[in-house]
């Protein structure tokens, strides 16, 4: 455990130090609460809905570039070499770096809380969507976070990591999508339905908590973490 | 303390080291020679459980690096080739994570930091980036965090690349110094370095160990004769007709003329007078006139080109 602490405190330590993340957060900080405020006085209704309905589209972008370096820059580096001949098992320095990007992650959702704050103050909001949607929120961006790694971790090139993941993202979103599901055979619209990020957050930002959702979220966490240790261990193969 | 066996490793279809087997004792300071592309970080790889190999054992202390790679990473510090660092670091942040990774209890730990920086001189940088410092105390941050647990084998890739010749100078001393306690095995293509760090050398071509011993062993070994630098004053085919008559010319070449001194340097090998006399005499016999007669034991680079080429 101390192992997977340390190396945890280490990339926060990587995210804080270079000036891209107080960019990237600034972006992001930025772009929610516009997108939101720009209608919500318009919309009068003390309800924060639209604003984590855009969550899914937003991380499309954020996500990738949190995680586009992680393992890329290591393999550019040369680190990993140094790192992977320390005493470290290959899946705590999996767990060390998805650890350490969830925390950067929690961080920026938390930057967002002057927005149930307003909500709060210029109405009376009903809190169990809003509870219920930071929760998928987090849910759906550790997700997010367990792909953008794991393809991280089979390029040497940042740029590349990005615009994968991004495709990759894109694609398991809108695959629930109403409108994909409406175009293909109805053989496949459980599958797809069960398989698109979207339609899990859907019913959990509805503050829904449904054990189906949260078995999807973890196991789909589970199998992309355990696809990034294999890809770790593929210098072996 | 450590043991190859019949290592291998291929990638793909390249055959980076083939049935390789050499043995390092306690205490002992290893020197790992040969060109580039040989096969040398492969197998330093391969001991530092990096990468497994395709065929063969590696024991490290005892323990078999594919059945426990973490015991043998315990007891290794590394240092790769090139030196990897994470350059947005500062040097006292990186040295404080390498020493929580490998566990080195709270206690000590300060107090192992503060050992490893003053062993290796990092005091003025430790507030610096690693990414602005200068080769040199790059190569010497590569060096603390190999060093930080205090281990007992050093496996050093080509820890002087890339320095000025005072840095050479300071890591062969420090190595030397280190060498006194620990296990090291140490690779380099720069030749002067064997002889002066080195208690024990293999060279190793195209993935093949082609020597082992110890540097003046390899000396002796390679040699067994010694070159000749003549420049006499004669007709070159008078010359050249009658040295290969001689019985201790192996080898000759035609190097240099100066005046009407024609420039040999003969290859000899063992015969029951001396060379230098023999020479001598045969110029006498044939009125030649002799300017220069001069003798070296190969050098480790003529060993190392001999054996590689």
């Not at chain 2, 040295?95 to 206690?107: D, E, G, K, N």
């Not at chain 2, 001598?280 to 044939?286: G, I, L, M």
């Amino acid at each position: 455990m101390g192992i997977i602490a340390a190396l945890a405190k280490k990339e926060l330590k990587s995210y804080f130090v270079s000036p891209v993340a107080y960019v990237l957060i600034t972006i992001f900080l930025v772009l929610s609460n516009w997108l939101f405020f720009n209608t919500y006085f318009l919309d009068q209704q003390a309800s924060m809905r639209l604003f984590i309905a855009r969550m899914p589209w937003i991380f499309l972008f954020f996500i990738p570039a949190i995680t586009m370096r992680v393992w890329a820059e290591e393999k550019k580096l040369g680190t990993i070499e140094l790192l992977m001949t320390l005493p470290v098992k290959d899946f705590q320095a999996v767990l060390g770096k998805f650890i350490a990007s969830f925390i950067f992650l929690f961080i920026c959702i938390a930057l967002t809380i002057s927005v149930p704050i307003t909500v709060a103050v210029t109405g009376a909001p009903d809190w169990g969507p809003i509870i219920g949607g930071y929760l998928g929120v987090l849910l759906m961006g550790a997700a997010y976070l367990a792909l953008g790694l794991f393809i991280s971790s089979v390029t040497e090139n940042q740029i590349v990591a990005f615009i994968i993941s991004l495709m990759c993202s894109f694609f398991l979103l809108i695959i629930g999508e109403n409108f994909v599901l409406y175009s293909i055979p109805e053989f496949f619209v459980p599958l797809f339905e069960f398989l698109g990020i979207g339609s899990h957050f859907e019913s959990i930002s509805r503050g829904v908590i449904d054990s189906r959702d949260l078995i999807y979220y973890f196991s789909f966490i589970f199998f992309f973490l355990f696809m990034n240790v294999k890809s770790v261990e593929s210098r072996k193969w | 303390m450590i043991e190859v066996k019949n290592l291998s490793k291929r990638y793909g279809i390249t055959q980076a080291v083939r049935d390789v087997s050499f043995e390092v004792k306690r205490g002992e300071v290893l020197g790992f020679l040969g060109p580039n592309g040989a096969g040398k970080t492969t197998t330093m790889k391969i001991i530092t459980c990096y990468i497994p190999p395709t065929d063969g054992t590696v024991s490290v202390a005892g323990f078999d690096i594919l059945e426990n790679p973490l015991d043998v990473r315990k007891r290794i510090g590394y240092l790769p080739e090139s030196t990897p660092l994470y350059t947005d670091l500062m040097v006292e942040e990186y040295l404080y994570f390498v020493a929580q990774m490998r566990q080195i209890p709270i206690s000590q730990r300060q107090q192992r930091i503060k050992k490893i920086i003053e062993t290796c001189s990092l005091k003025e940088v430790l507030k610096k980036d690693i990414g602005q410092l200068s080769k040199g105390f790059k190569q010497r941050v590569g060096l603390a965090q190999a060093m930080i647990h205090d281990p007992d084998i050093l496996i050093l890739d080509e820890p002087t690349s890339g320095l000025d010749p005072n840095q050479i100078i300071e890591i062969r001393q420090l190595i030397k110094k280190l060498g006194k306690e620990k296990t090291i095995i140490l690779s380099t293509h720069i030749l002067p370095e064997v002889s002066a760090t080195c208690d024990r050398v293999i060279i190793i071509n195209e993935g093949q160990l082609v020597a082992s011993g110890t540097p003046s062993e390899l000396q002796e070994q390679a040699a067994g004769d010694t070159i000749l630098y003549s420049s006499i004053k004669a007709l070159k085919k008078d010359i050249e007709s009658v040295l290969p008559t001689l019985d201790f010319v192996k080898e000759f070449r035609l190097i240099d003329t100066q005046d009407s001194f024609l420039r040999y340097k003969i290859i000899t090998q063992k015969t029951e007078s001396d060379p230098g006399e023999q020479l001598f005499s045969a110029a006498v016999k044939n009125n030649w006139i002799l300017s220069e007669i001069h003798k070296e034991n190969l050098s480790m680079e003529d060993i190392f080109l001999k054996l590689t080429s």
